[in-house]
């Protein structure tokens, strides 16, 4: 069992589940559980270090675990818990918080996006990547699967993992981030140069998981392109047709030169139809399971899930306590 690899990866509860997190993320945790010791996180605790409201999150967390369920975690193969109900992170986190210099902190992009778009500016938000250090440390992962916004956390993740093991001794693995080479930044429909994201007041930025095919139909012909209508890939002068590019080929598993020769000069009426059916065939099956999910099945998985994760992550936790002096005599 020694040689096989441990990959770990987390999703934030608040918010629906998108096709940016889908295709930049999910699909790769999915595809991780056939090879690899899989572990995979609702994170609840990191969630809460932006406004949300308790009233809603009982249903939130338990909305998120339900739809990583459809999207194909399969608890038979991977382990797959809530965060919070696992208190070896946030003990871990601890014990790397004295190991973080202020300044990797202060050069947190996403830190500075947040607190500049009106969020707190709280102390659980400046130690966010610690915390995520902590949950993909905690059981000694090698892999993180994750889309290309996560790139400058993990190489926080792999600073600390070093800092311990000089530090105190060699116990972590340096985890690399997994990314995927199509669709790792999937962009907003209404602004493509902004990232699809959870938090963005327009519902019609993004397709989520369990959009309608009517909606997703609407969100994708509406999304924002430019007045020159050949379809070719462009970041700098076609932002909006290079995304749905990515798109498509993420949903399609076509390499984007081939799209290109199907819809360079159709007209962006018939690629962007392209694109919906692309996307809506993608999502199809996994609206479909998740109407099979039963309420009372997800809870039980997910408290399953919690005490077995809670035992792996205790074993590990012993070592980390004895290198740092945490031991009785
Ligand atoms: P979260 O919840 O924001 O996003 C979950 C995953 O979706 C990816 N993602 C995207 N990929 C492509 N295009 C997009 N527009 C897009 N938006 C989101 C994210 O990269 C992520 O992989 N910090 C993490 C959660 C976390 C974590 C961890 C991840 C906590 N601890 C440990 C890995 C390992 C986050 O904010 O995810």
Redesign the pocket.
Known sequence: MDHIKTV?????PTGNV?L??Y????RNWVKLQDDYRAIY?V?DL??MTIDYDPADYVRERHEAARVLLACGIDPKRSLFYF?SEVPQHVELSWILATLTPMGVLNRMT?FKDKTERGGTANLGLFA?PV??AA??MVHHAQL???????RQ?LEVTRDLAERFNNRYGDLFPVPEALIPET?????ALTDPTA????SDPNMRSRVLLLDPPDVVRRKIRAAVTDSEPTVRHDWGDKPGVSNLLEIMSGATLRPIPDLVDDYGDGGYGRFKDAVAEAVDEMLHPIRAAYAELDEIDVAAVMRDGAETAKASAEGFQRQARAAVGLANR
């Open positions: 770990f990866s987390g999703l934030q998108h940016g997190n295709l930049g993320a999910l996180c994170v990191h969630a965060q996403q966010y915390l995520m949950d993909i993180v699967p994750v889309g290309d916004d996560q956390h669709s790792a930044r999937v962009m990232k699809m994201s959870k």
